[in-house]
């Protein structure tokens, strides 16, 4: 397991997913997939057991969701759930996902309903309803008095029957998340959002957030950027990456300032950045022992191979 120097990103950690799946089921109800993701996360205990969580977790999701088209209510489950029971007894011929669920499994579901329902209060206590109830409105607070609300709500809904709090503080992960909320409660000038705007502010300030190794996980094996690289010197390099428009990068226009327009103000040309990455390519091409990588696939489409790697082929 090699440290990465750019660090891993914090969407892409339990605390990060935690975090976005959370705030998307409180604050953007209507959709059933952040919520039943929310149910089935491992960090996910909402005062309960692991066992007793995911048998609760699993009923709840088969009775009261599964098949259902109406909203998601987090702070009436309980309600949403007992309806769900009496339809299920009055249905004579009921859905194969629902039979087979045991009465000690029902009891879980609704013990995990009122836990939720108590857990997510922070957050969706800003929620109000019209007279209707098709739409949903949300009350405005300050950056400040939703990262309080978001770190209540993950405190609780992470805690399990004793409190203890698992892996939602503890390790590289955890102090990039307190970091970060942390800064939003302590910036001067608070602006006011409303619940999707918070999840939008969330999702933009964890993408640029990066979670960085304390110490070495590996003392011989390191990923280094093009730019760190220049400073090392070692046995054996992988060049990674080697795919036309990713190494190098494609080049774009700016759609306000001319090529004429930016020489003028002294700004780079788009190729310097091309250049520059050749010049590092070459750099790379020094080492003792040298393997170049390329993925052949990105997703479902096939990948076109570097111009640089396709000129040492043609050469060789």
Same mark, same amino acid.
């Given at each position: 397991?090699?440290?990465?120097?750019?660090?891993?990103?914090?969407?892409?950690?339990?605390?990060?997913?935690?975090?976005?799946?959370?705030?998307?089921?409180?604050?953007?109800?209507?959709?059933?997939?952040?919520?039943?993701?929310?149910?089935?996360?491992?960090?996910?205990?909402?005062?309960?057991?692991?066992?007793?969580?995911?048998?609760?977790?699993?009923?709840?999701?088969?009775?009261?969701?599964?098949?259902?088209?109406?909203?998601?209510?987090?702070?009436?489950? !309980? @309600?949403?759930?007992?309806? #769900?029971? =009496?339809?299920?007894?009055?249905? /004579? &011929? +009921?859905?194969?996902?629902?039979? $087979?669920?045991?009465?000690?499994?029902?009891?879980?579901?609704?013990?995990?309903?009122?836990?939720?329902?108590?857990?997510?209060?922070?957050?969706?206590?800003?929620?109000?309803?019209?007279?209707?109830?098709?739409?949903?409105?949300?009350?405005?607070?300050?950056?400040?008095?939703?990262?309080?609300?978001?770190?209540?709500?993950?405190?609780?809904?992470?805690?399990?029957?004793?409190?203890?709090?698992?892996?939602?503080?503890?390790?590289?992960?955890?102090?990039?998340?307190?970091?970060?909320?942390?800064?939003?409660?302590?910036?001067?000038?608070?602006?006011?959002?409303?619940?999707?705007?918070?999840?939008?502010?969330? !999702? @933009?300030?964890?993408?640029? #957030?990066? =979670?960085?190794?304390?110490?070495? /996980? &590996? +003392?011989?094996?390191?990923?280094? $950027?093009?730019?760190?690289?220049?400073?090392?010197?070692?046995?054996?390099?992988?060049?990674?990456?080697?795919?036309?428009?990713?190494?190098?990068?494609?080049?774009?226009?700016?759609?306000?300032?001319?090529?004429?327009?930016?020489?003028?103000?002294?700004?780079?040309?788009?190729?310097?950045?091309?250049?520059?990455?050749?010049?590092?390519?070459?750099?790379?091409?020094?080492?003792?022992?040298?393997?170049?990588?390329?993925?052949?696939?990105?997703?479902?489409?096939?990948?076109?191979?570097?111009?640089?790697?396709?000129?040492?082929?043609?050469?060789?």
């Amino acid at each position: 397991e090699a440290d990465d120097s750019a660090g891993t990103p914090l969407a892409a950690t339990p605390q990060g997913s935690l975090l976005r799946l959370l705030l998307e089921a409180c604050l953007r109800p209507g959709d059933p997939v952040p919520f039943v993701a929310l149910l089935k996360h491992p960090l996910a205990r909402f005062g309960l057991a692991r066992d007793r969580m995911r048998e609760g977790a699993d009923a709840l999701e088969r009775m009261a969701l599964r098949g259902s088209t109406a909203t998601v209510d987090l702070l009436a489950l !309980e @309600a949403v759930f007992d309806v #769900a029971i =009496v339809r299920h007894k009055a249905d /004579r &011929h +009921p859905p194969e996902w629902r039979i $087979g669920i045991g009465d000690d499994a029902l009891q879980a579901a609704r013990d995990v309903a009122a836990k939720i329902s108590l857990a997510v209060a922070p957050l969706a206590s800003a929620l109000t309803r019209s007279r209707d109830g098709s739409r949903v409105f949300s009350d405005e607070f300050t950056f400040a008095d939703w990262a309080m609300r978001t770190g209540e709500a993950l405190e609780a809904a992470s805690a399990d029957e004793r409190g203890d709090l698992g892996g939602l503080w503890s390790g590289e992960a955890a102090d990039t998340l307190a970091t970060l909320l942390r800064g939003i409660i302590e910036t001067d000038g608070q602006m006011t959002a409303d619940g999707p705007q918070w999840c939008d502010v969330v !999702e @933009a300030l964890s993408a640029s #957030a990066s =979670v960085k190794p304390r110490s070495m /996980r &590996h +003392p011989r094996v390191f990923i280094f $950027g093009a730019l760190e690289s220049r400073l090392q010197s070692m046995d054996l390099v992988v060049l990674g990456g080697l795919n036309e428009g990713n190494w190098p990068g494609q080049t774009a226009n700016d759609p306000f300032l001319s090529r004429t327009m930016k020489t003028g103000i002294g700004l780079e040309p788009p190729e310097r950045r091309i250049g520059q990455l050749a010049h590092d390519f070459q750099m790379a091409c020094g080492t003792r022992r040298l393997i170049f990588t390329r993925s052949m696939r990105q997703g479902a489409a096939p990948t076109v191979a570097s111009r640089w790697l396709q000129r040492l082929l043609a050469l060789g």
